[in-house]
């Protein structure tokens, strides 16, 4: 920003040194640029004015002229009080204040007219104004008297201290009024054209004192187009500056590894959607560019299979990969899964996590550096220092939200020429919040499931109905089928946090399914997170192998567990999942060619989030639907897979709300640095110069994935 925003708040007419740090701790408003940025939240419509008449308790707020009577102080102590009251025409109502009473009888002027506003309130079938706004008309008629009134978001400390949101408002009319001529434009002209011509100081004065709606609404538009520009400005440059300097190896050839998997290992076709995702894929790894690419593709959509495609490429070309996954189960299974697909080939896999035992691991990590490890899958002891490659080729990184930005920069170093990224996710990000978030990444969707799936049938039922439920678990277990039992545990993988009572839900419904479905006739297996890792595997192993019936588990097995035969997923109380866990869950079943279902218990009571997002269950399967509902309810920041990806800060824009307005402004980033690489061009000064500003002292490197 530039400098004149820069000025620390504290000199700003009005505010002075302590109410400069109050602001700071409380709002985070340390300079002119911040408190600008602290847009209204709403507006309170201004101009109707009530009659004492027509009032009732009922209406939020209302507003009246009229003669402010004598000022009484009544009551004693804590029942302390000022009273008066306001005339109009039509009768008159009683003001209460019980706090600030010293300073209203010195600033209030009896027998004045006063403009009132505020939320009538019934008492003894009187209607009164407790703490009312009150301006004198004659001064309210000079100012900047809006009719829309801006609401702001405070504290209550800031409030008592003074600082509520009127009086927010009125350092914004003072900021806005000294600001005059001093504001820089950040666009180009042919933009503001474009923007109903608002300014970039029009815009901010319309938005902190509007002057009529149509006025308001433009000056919002400029405003969020203005901040999702250059956000996608600067992830769009991101990626341009590390095509320009980031070298990649060329995997110039698709040879023998890949083609006789392809001809002869390879169990079925592969959809259409994953060919062409492993061809966007060769391209990027043929390009002599690093590949940074995400794919996303909804659970079951067949993403380890792409991955193990693309590490064949790879070897091809004589590289090593490696698949890191987040859970030690899920590395397990990967490894499970690889080294099944690629059975009969003389391709090296091997696994590495934490629980691998040291003389192992000793041996894994000789043959890696020799090269002679092609493969190798793992969880987070991937990255450790002590892991060297001879030739790292390619990293592809399951569910990727739960790693880190720092963690993914460790695997970075581990080869000369920057390995090449795969990012494969199975929680979709809503088309606009993936802009955001991964604007600098090349994207790839698995929209398509391989044939033959049949969509998983989807039930809300509540505890009452568990014996009808336990009913249908026994008819499907009669047919051969599996069943998964999942209970809520918070704070997974850190036994310390997990809540005892928690476990005890676990266990005791452990124990109600094993006096259910007891032995000799059925055999149930148990994984939760405070086991250990040897146990976990043992019974996890069981249920794989079809040797029990019922896996009961916390959220363990949440992510990319597979075992075809399982096709139904119990969810006990369902209501205390999120959506995109609720989602990932089901997931893991329907993998088969059977019918599957998904059945969510709750309690009786449902608050309105939770029986949406039931419901969202109940009516679809289609993972990029439910992630757009969860991005509703929960907003960006809340989302899984948002949290540490680094979402730009927004004031005014909202990912739901503008999301046509946010692709409106990734096509004008496009063209604009398509037509004029440099923003070179006179034209674009501004927007270069703006740009030029927000990036200043950040590092290209800063977002690597
Ligand atoms: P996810 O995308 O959730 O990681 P997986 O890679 O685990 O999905 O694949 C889900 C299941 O679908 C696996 O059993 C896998 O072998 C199978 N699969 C993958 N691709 C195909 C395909 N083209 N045709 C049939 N089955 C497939
Ligand atoms: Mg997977």
Redesign the pocket.
Same mark, same amino acid.
């Given at each position: 920003m530039q400098e004149v925003l820069d000025t620390p708040i504290e000199f700003l007419k009005g505010v002075g040194p302590q109410r400069a740090e109050l602001l700071r701790s409380e709002l985070n408003i340390a300079t002119f640029g911040d408190l600008l940025q602290h847009f209204p939240f709403r507006y309170v419509d201004r101009s109707r004015f009530h009659s004492v008449k027509e009032l009732n308790e009922e209406m939020p707020q209302a507003q009246l002229r009229g003669t402010l009577g004598a000022l009484r102080t009544v009551g004693e102590k804590q029942g302390r009080r000022l009273v008066a009251t306001l005339t109009d025409a039509t009768g008159s109502v009683e003001l209460v204040w019980f706090k600030g009473v010293r300073w209203l009888q010195a600033s209030l002027k009896p027998g004045q007219e006063y403009i009132l506003f505020g939320k009538p309130n019934a008492f003894n079938g009187r209607i009164n104004f407790p703490h009312p706004e009150l301006e004198l008309a004659a001064s309210w008629e000079q100012g900047l008297n809006a009719t829309l009134q801006p609401v702001y978001n405070t504290t209550q400390k800031l409030t008592a201290k003074g600082l509520g949101s009127p009086a927010i408002w009125k350092l914004q009319k003072t900021l806005v009024a000294q600001l005059t001529g001093q504001l820089s434009e950040t666009l180009s002209p042919d933009l503001v054209d474009w923007l109903a011509g608002v300014s970039r100081e029009e815009a901010y004065r319309q938005v902190h004192a509007p002057q009529d709606q149509a006025r308001l609404d433009s000056a919002v538009r400029r405003l969020k187009f203005e901040e999702l520009f250059f956000i996608q400005l600067q992830l769009l440059e991101q990626k341009r500056l590390l095509q320009e300097q980031v070298r990649g190896n060329v995997f110039a050839q698709v040879g023998q590894y890949f083609n006789s998997f392809y001809k002869d290992h390879l169990p079925?076709?592969? /959809?259409g959607a994953?060919k062409r995702v492993v061809k966007e894929i060769r391209k990027d790894m043929g390009s002599g560019r690093q590949m940074n690419r995400l794919v996303q @593709?909804d659970? =079951?959509? =067949?993403? /380890?299979?792409v991955g193990l495609l693309s590490m064949l490429i790879a070897l091809d070309n004589g590289f090593q990969s490696a698949l890191m996954a987040p859970t030690e189960i899920l590395a397990q299974q990967h490894f499970a899964t690889l080294s099944r697909f690629l059975e009969g080939m003389p391709i090296v896999v091997r696994s590495l996590t934490g629980s691998t035992k040291a003389a192992e691991r000793k041996s894994i990590l000789t043959a890696l550096r020799l090269g002679e490890v092609h493969l190798v899958v793992g969880t987070h002891a991937l990255l450790e220092d002590r892991v060297v490659f001879q030739r790292l080729g390619l990293v592809v990184i399951d569910e990727q939200h739960r790693f880190g930005v720092a963690q993914r920069a460790r695997l970075w170093k581990k080869s000369e020429v920057a390995p090449h990224v795969l990012v494969m996710t199975?929680t979709p990000i809503p088309r606009t919040l993936a802009m955001t978030l991964y604007g600098d990444l090349d994207t790839s969707v698995i929209d398509e499931l391989?044939?033959g799936r049949r969509p998983i049938r989807t039930v809300h039922r509540s505890d009452h109905a568990r014996n009808a439920v336990f009913g249908f678990l026994e008819e499907e277990i009669a047919k051969g089928r599996q069943v998964y039992v999942v209970y809520p545990l918070i704070e997974e993988g850190d036994p310390a946090k997990m809540q005892g009572l928690e476990l005890k839900d676990l266990t005791d419904g452990f124990e109600s399914l094993s006096r259910r479905f007891p032995l000799p006739k059925y055999a149930l297996s148990m994984v939760h997170g405070r086991m250990d890792q040897a146990t976990k595997d043992y019974e996890m192993a069981r249920f794989k192998k079809g040797e029990t019936n019922i896996l009961v588990a916390t959220t363990v097995i949440e992510v =990319?567990v597979?075992v075809?035969n399982a096709s139904v997923m119990v969810i006990e109380n369902s209501e205390r999942f999120g959506l995109s866990q609720l989602h990932q869950l089901r @997931?893991r079943v329907g993998?088969g060619a059977e019918q599957s279902f998904c059945i969510l218990m709750t309690g009786d009571k449902l608050g309105n989030d939770a029986r949406a997002r039931i419901e969202t269950m109940v009516r679809t399967n289609d993972g990029f639907e439910i992630a757009e509902v969860d991005l509703r309810l929960r907003g960006p920041g809340d989302l899984m897979g948002t949290q540490q990806s680094g979402l730009p800060e927004l004031h005014i824009a909202d990912l739901v709300a503008d999301a046509a307005l946010l692709q409106q402004a990734r096509q004008v980033a496009i063209r604009s640095l398509d037509q004029d690489p440099g923003l070179r061009d006179p034209r674009h000064a501004p927007i270069a110069r703006a740009l030029a500003e927000r990036t200043r002292g950040k590092p290209v490197w800063g977002r690597i994935s």
């Open positions: 079925f076709e592969l /959809t994953q @593709g659970v =079951g959509s =067949g993403k /380890t299979l199975a391989p044939p =990319g597979d075809p @997931g993998r």
